[in-house]
T-cell receptor, first 114, second 115 residues
Framework: AQSVTQPDIHITVSEGASLELRCNYSYGATPYLFWYVQSPGQGLQLLLKYFSGDTLVQGIKGFEAEFKRSQSSFNLRKPSVHWSDAAEYFCAALRGGNNRKLIWGLGTSLAVNP | NAGVTQTPKFRVLKTGQSMTLLCAQDMNHEYMYWYRQDPGMGLRLIHYSVGEGTTAKGEVPDGYNVSRLKKQNFLLGLESAAPSQTSVYFC??????????????FGQGTRLTVV
């Protein structure tokens, strides 16, 4: 079955440290891939997406993600975390074409220590 | 351009009561979705719609009904609320680009408590 896995339920980093959130997918073919962020009490906001082409994609708020086909991964990175980055992060996948439904990971909760 | 708007934002229901959650989008998106979010369970799809007048079941449709009479609106109904339906509900919409589905845009959520 198609699935998206976020292995880390909760991560704590210090402000200014680098961050990497992991995401793995299981699909027969390369899906469309997304990272969303959810601040407390808010809806989900798209950080970045990968459809095709350059495997390193840049997003908003200084985030980037790298698609690695050989590892079926789409990890999210940020070189220097800010306290305002504390939030829940969701990875999602959409099989290409006319597929209608996103497949979601369970999320990674990020805490930032001052 | 308001994006995706959900009403109400908060609601408390008694067991057995009914209610309708309204989702409106002003982006002319074809697809609309209703999710529920519960701690530790991520986002689960309740129902979705690929166009005006069409709806389909998602992962957890039981106890819910939906309607999409107008392209911009997607209604989620609870006919007889149960405590298990206490959750945060999110509506989302997405568009087709060159025939392919794209990213979803989310509303701010409705926090529903059933007592």
């Amino acid at each position: 079955a198609q699935s998206v896995t976020q292995p880390d339920i909760h991560i704590t980093v210090s402000e200014g440290a680098s961050l990497e959130l992991r995401c793995n997918y299981s699909y027969g073919a390369t899906p469309y891939l997304f990272w969303y962020v959810q601040s407390p009490g808010q809806g989900l906001q798209l950080l970045l997406k990968y459809f095709s082409g350059d495997t390193l994609v840049q997003g908003i708020k200084g985030f980037e993600a790298e698609f690695k086909r050989s590892q079926s991964s789409f990890n999210l990175r940020k070189p220097s975390v800010h306290w305002s980055d504390a939030a829940e992060y969701f990875c999602a996948a959409l099989r290409g074409g006319n597929n209608r439904k996103l497949i979601w990971g369970l999320g990674t909760s990020l805490a930032v220590n001052p | 351009n308001a994006g995706v708007t959900q009403t109400p934002k908060f609601r408390v229901l008694k067991t057995g009561q009914s209610m309708t959650l309204l989702c409106a989008q002003d982006m002319n998106h074809e697809y609309m979705y209703w999710y529920r979010q519960d701690p530790g369970m991520g986002l689960r799809l309740i129902h979705y719609s690929v166009g005006e007048g069409t709806t389909a079941k998602g992962e957890v449709p039981d106890g819910y009904n939906v309607s999409r009479l107008k392209k911009q609106n997607f209604l989620l109904g609870l006919e007889s609320a149960a405590p298990s339906q206490t959750s945060v509900y999110f509506c989302a919409s997405s568009y087709r680009d060159r025939g392919m589905n794209t990213e979803a845009f989310f509303g701010q959520g409705t926090r529903l408590t059933v007592v």
